[in-house]
């Protein structure tokens, strides 16, 4: 991985772009389960935070093109749920995922616990999740029978 990536603040003006990304990095889930996660299949739900200008939705930049978009959500002041990490999938493997939670980790320095969830059948997630320290901590379920796992990490 020799290019530069960049987590930077998203604006209105970022939302088609942002759409896509959400598009292109879901659809494997699409195809998997029937459905995406909740921006695949809304992704105007990003408008509103977009239009407040949300410190959180951040995109990922690498050579000057968004390659990805994280969302975070404040539980407590040191505390976030990470709502959303995801790459466009030519993108994907290559260390970018593992850079970028890093960066989005460093962001917010008072914050020592993340949260996330992701599908219980996505094993290359959760050994993504584990190897950059978070822990298995529950199970939810996003719909009747599909069942995501909850992790969290103290820093």
Do not use: H
Not at 14 to 38: H, I
Not at 42 to 59: F, H, T, Y
Not at 108 to 122: A, H, I, R, S
């Amino acid at each position: 991985m020799s290019t530069i990536l960049q987590l930077l603040p998203a604006t209105s003006a970022d939302y088609p772009v942002l759409a896509a990304v959400v598009q292109d990095a879901f659809e494997e889930d699409k195809l998997a389960y029937g459905r995406g996660p909740g921006l695949y299949e809304n992704p105007e739900g990003l408008l509103p935070m977009l239009e407040r200008g949300s410190a959180d939705v951040l995109k990922l930049v690498a050579e000057e093109e968004t390659i990805g978009m994280v969302i975070t959500v404040a539980k407590t002041p040191n505390a976030r749920w990470l709502g959303c990490l995801c790459l466009l999938p030519a993108w994907q493997g290559r260390g970018y995922g593992r850079q970028a939670l890093q960066m989005v980790e460093e962001a917010y320095p008072n914050v020592y616990q993340w949260g996330l969830d992701t599908p219980t059948l996505k094993q290359r997630n959760r050994r993504f999740y584990e190897c950059a320290g978070y822990r298995v901590v529950g199970e939810s379920e996003a719909w009747e029978g599909f069942k995501l796992l909850v992790f969290e990490k103290r820093l």
